[in-house]
């Protein structure tokens, strides 16, 4: 086996043996009991008022179904889709003209 080999083996087997190996395990700061910033998201059922996830589609309590807005227009002020639009149709006239 050729010296170079060797001398790495050497160093692999004393970093395996080494205390610095799987320290992150034992580290208590990533285990906090705070949660998640993802979990923080909730509404209010519109029928019993019971607090639920804002993703949830039945609420736990009264079975109610939860609509969500899911529409790609929504939240999109009006003078940006007519802008898109007369885009679309500027695109569609230079294409049609070539």
């Known amino acids: 086996m050729p010296r170079c080999a060797l001398t ?3 160093q692999l087997q004393n970093m395996y ?9 034992d580290n208590d700061e990533d285990w906090s009991d ?6 923080d998201d909730t509404i209010n ?3 019993c008022g019971a607090e639920i996830f804002d993703d949830t589609d039945v609420c736990p309590i009264c079975m109610h179904a939860i609509i969500h807005d ?3 227009w929504s939240g999109k002020s ?4 007519v802008l898109g ?4 149709i500027a695109t569609i006239v230079m294409l049609l003209s070539l």
């Open 8 to 10: 790495f083996l050497i």
């Open 17 to 25: 043996d080494s205390d610095d190996y799987g320290d992150d395990w």
């Open 34 to 39: 705070e949660p998640d910033d993802d979990q």
């Open 45 to 47: 059922c519109p029928n």
């Open 70 to 72: 899911r529409s790609p």
């Open 78 to 81: 009006v003078g940006w889709i």
């Open 85 to 88: 639009v007369l885009g679309i």
